[in-house]
């Protein structure tokens, strides 16, 4: 069935409960998983000389942040004996990483959290999700 699941992660609650459903269906199907995770990159303005936070210093706090939601993803695998990677990706665009993610990692399949904005939000917005799903071909399993 599926080989290798991509699992991205944003640290919501709803992701972790992500990541320890993808972590079971992984070890049931003798899959291996990536993790990953999207990180907005530094936001430039004509203004930014005058900002508080530098470059390297979100740079560095966004990666210490992102290292800890993969190094807790990557746990839970270890602990159910699942084999695992991860990896970040910046991006503006989540779902535009995650389709890399598993196109540079070779994914058969991504596992993903609902994540659905709703009323007028979700209508203008749409979640990164359902832009996963409408920007996709591989396969996506979403967990509600």
């Known amino acids: 069935m599926f080989k290798h699941i ?3 992660t944003d640290g919501s609650a709803l992701s972790a409960e992500t ?3 993808g972590v079971d269906f992984a070890r049931e199907t003798g899959a291996r998983i990536t993790f990953m995770t999207a990180i907005l ?3 430039h303005s004509p ?3 005058y900002a508080r936070q530098t470059h390297a210093l979100y740079d560095a706090e966004t990666k210490k942040v992102a290292d800890a939601r993969l190094d807790e993803a990557a746990a839970i695998a270890a ?3 699942v084999p695992s990677n991860s990896r970040s990706y910046h991006d503006w665009h989540p779902h535009e990483a995650i389709l890399r993610a598993a196109e540079e990692e070779q994914c058969d399949v991504i596992f993903m959290a609902s994540h659905g904005r709703s009323g007028a939000a ?3 917005l749409g979640s990164e999700t359902n832009k996963v799903l409408t920007h996709g071909k591989l396969p996506v399993l979403v967990y509600r």
């Open 79 to 81: 602990a159910a004996g």
């Open 47 to 49: 203004l930014a000389e």
């Open 41 to 43: 990159p530094f936001p």
């Open 122 to 124: 979700g209508m203008l």
């Open 6 to 8: 991509l699992i991205p």
């Open 19 to 21: 990541v320890q459903h």
